[in-house]
């Protein structure tokens, strides 16, 4: 079965500063690998995806992914955080191979503060 | 709007008691997720409408839990005899095609919070 890591709950950083947001997954095939973002009290909102071609994905808002197909990591970055940036950051996969459901890690809390 | 609905925002109700959840997806988009997120737990599948499709109810946690969607569009989400585990944050999605289209992309509501007393 396929499965989602993020092994922080929580990730503080300094506004300037880069960010990093770690991504672990397990599946059967050739993932698909999504990252979503929830502001408090609004629903989830798609920053990005990779499906296929380059390892390096830009987004929005500026971030930007790296997939790491020997690591089976997708950790999200950003070369310079912002207050705003604040939020909760999900990491979800889905099998490459077919199905219409996205596994969803737990989440890590970004606290970027001034 | 133009994005995904849901309705009630939020829900108190007393255990044992049943509740419906509802969920109006963007105008054209073919499928409907529903997920439930509990704190702690992050995102957890209930259920998957596509189109004229069988539904994938994979997800649904016990018979209690049960959902439909009428004319390809609207649907709600029933939970009977609700428990007070049953807390929590109900998220409905939808996309156009599934996760195998092209965008891959869903596009959340901004959920109903439920709490059974």
């Known amino acids: 079965a396929q499965s989602v890591a993020q092994p922080e709950d929580q990730v503080n950083v300094a506004e300037g500063n880069p960010l990093t947001v770690k991504c672990t997954y397990s599946?059967?095939?050739?993932?698909?690998l999504f990252w979503y973002v929830q502001y408090p009290n609004r629903g989830l909102q798609f920053l990005l995806k990779?499906?296929?071609?380059?390892?390096l994905v830009k987004g929005s808002y500026g971030f930007e992914a790296e997939f790491n197909k020997s690591q089976t990591s997708f950790h999200l970055k950003k070369p310079s955080a912002l207050v705003s940036d604040s939020a909760l950051y999900f990491c979800?996969?889905?099998?490459?191979?077919?199905?219409?459901?996205?596994?969803f890690g737990t989440g890590t809390q970004l606290k970027v503060e001034l | 709007g133009a994005g995904v609905s849901q309705s009630p925002s939020n829900k108190v109700t007393e255990k044992g008691k049943d509740v419906e959840l509802r969920c109006d997806p963007i105008?054209?988009?073919?499928?409907l997720y529903w997920y439930r997120q509990s704190l702690g737990q992050g995102l957890e599948f209930l259920i998957y409408?596509?189109?004229?499709?069988?539904?994938?109810k994979s997800g649904l946690p016990s018979d209690r839990f049960s959902a439909e969607r009428t004319g390809g569009s609207v649907s709600t989400l029933t939970i009977q005899r609700t428990q007070q585990e049953d807390s929590a944050v109900y998220l409905c999605?939808?996309?156009?095609?599934?996760?195998?289209?092209?965008?891959?992309?869903?596009?959340f509501g901004e959920g109903s919070r439920l709490t059974v007393l």
């Open positions: 105008s054209g988009h073919t499928a």
């Open positions: 990779y499906i296929t071609g380059d390892n």
């Open positions: 409408f596509q189109g004229n499709s069988a539904p994938d």
């Open positions: 599946v059967s095939g050739n993932p698909y």
């Open positions: 999605a939808s996309s156009f095609g599934g996760l195998q289209g092209s965008s891959g992309e869903l596009f």
């Open positions: 979800a996969v889905r099998e490459g191979g077919g199905g219409n459901k996205l596994t």
